[in-house]
Structures are given as C-alpha cells and as structure tokens.
C-alpha cells in the first residue's frame, strides 16, 4: 500500500477513474454524454458493430469528436450461456480460439472504417468474460485482445476492482459494475480508490432506462463529485489513463 501512494498520475493526481458505457444505449447519447459535458467530463463509450453497424457507430460520431472515447465491443457480443436455459449453443463455451480471434479481427475492421483517425483502440470484453471454450479445451482469450488492442476493459471477479499502477493487466482491466447503485454508493468507491491510490474504471449501462441502469440523479451527483475533485482525482477516458500508465515511470 505504500507503494501506491508513491504513484501520480497525470503528473500531479493522486487517483484516476474512468467511466465507461456499454452496449450503445440510448440514453448514453440522450443523457450520460450531455451530463458529462456539463460538468467538462469525458468517457468511453462501448457500442456493438452489429446489425447496420455503420448506422449504429456513426450515432457516437459527435461524441468522439466532442473528446470521447470510442472503443470496440465485437460484433456479435458473446458471452456465457453457462445460466441460459436456452438450448441455443451461442455461448461462448460453444465458440473456439479461432473463432473468437476471426470476431475481433472483424470488429476491428468495422471500427476503424468508421473512426478511421482512430489509431490506438481499447476492447470491452462482451459480459465481461474473457474466455472460450469448456471444460479442458477452456482458455483466456485475453492473448488474441492483447495482440489486437492497446488495452482492454473486463470486470472482477474479486471484491475489490480497483487497478494498482504497478500490476494492473492493461489487456484485462478491472472494473466496478455499477447498476443499481446510489450516488452515495458510487462516490464512496471514488474515495476508497482515491485512499489507495489507484485506477477505478466504472461501468454502466443504462443511465434512467435500459436493462442494467443507475439513476440520473445518482449518475449527476457523481459527476458533480469528479467534477469538484479535480485538484486531485484525475476523471478521464480509459485509453489516456492507459496511455499515462504505460509513459509513467513507474518509481517503486
Ligand atoms: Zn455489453
């Protein structure tokens, strides 16, 4: 623990967060971007190339050019079925390496036809899970995102989703998942990360609608938070913080 204080980032903060937003939802672009650009924040928006993909990406067009981050989602966002009780074999314990690698190779196309001034890419693992396969033919996928990507966000399987400076994955990155919860809730993950030192990435779904959702007055009054925490607190889009993890000397 004591390491970690020695860590700034962005030069002089004593913390950073990130604050991200899967699947392309509505009210990212109705509610969570204008809220943040009211308080002068930026985030990282995660939509999904699929269906009529160019249609679905350029919606986030104003956003990356209002300084947003926009990174990639797959395209067909597969996940566990390990809980469905659907006989549908989607899974990913249905799908292999090769497979996995194909989707994301695709996806990177379909980004980057879209945001072609886009040269460095952060991936959003789909339900958080990083892996294919069952059983012992079970594995990480993180090797094929790490050859593909500059860093990637996936959840926690711990009950602390906080990344230290000095041992964070860049290609498999905690997160906090956040639906559900209350602006007190939120703001007192922002201080334990802040006493630590170290890099909370926030998830979200819905912001006041959709499945997975957080109020908008919770969302706002953390906003308001990070917005008042500038001095020490560093609130900034998953690929600048990895970017500032990567170029920092790490003094330990
Ligand atoms: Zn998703």
């Not at 980032?9 to 971007?33: E, Q, V, Y």
């Not at 072609?116 to 991936?123: G, V």
């Not at 860049?170 to 201080?191: F, M, P, Q, T």
């Amino acid at each position: 623990m004591s390491n970690l204080k020695k860590f700034l980032w962005n030069k002089d903060k004593r913390s950073s967060i990130s604050l991200t937003f899967d699947d392309g939802m509505k009210s990212h672009l109705d509610l969570a971007i204008p809220i943040l650009e009211d308080f002068g924040l930026a985030g990282t928006f995660y939509p999904v190339a699929g269906g009529d993909w160019q249609a679905s990406l350029n919606r986030f067009r104003p956003a990356f050019e209002n300084g947003h981050e926009i990174g990639n989602h797959s395209i067909h966002h597969w996940c566990s079925c390990a809980a469905s009780i659907n006989l549908d074999r989607n899974g990913l314990e249905y799908r292999t390496y090769d497979e996995l690698e194909s989707e994301l190779q695709s996806a990177d196309q379909r980004f980057r036809a879209v945001f072609p001034e886009i040269n460095r890419w952060s991936f959003c693992y789909p339900c958080y899970n990083t892996f294919v396969g069952r059983g012992k033919g079970r594995r990480s996928y993180v090797p094929v995102v790490a050859n593909h990507f500059f860093a990637a966000r996936a959840g926690c399987e711990m009950s602390v989703a906080i990344n230290s400076p000095y041992h964070a994955d860049l290609h498999c990155l905690n997160s906090w998942k956040c639906e559900y919860r209350s602006a007190g809730d939120l703001i007192s993950l922002v201080e334990r990360t802040n006493d630590l030192g170290g890099w909370s990435i926030f998830t979200f779904h819905g912001i006041g609608e959709g499945h997975l959702p957080v109020e908008r007055s919770d969302f706002e009054k953390l906003c308001d938070y990070l917005d008042k925490a500038r001095d020490h607190l560093w609130t900034a889009p998953l690929m600048d913080v990895a970017e500032d993890l990567c170029n920092s000397k790490i003094d330990q």
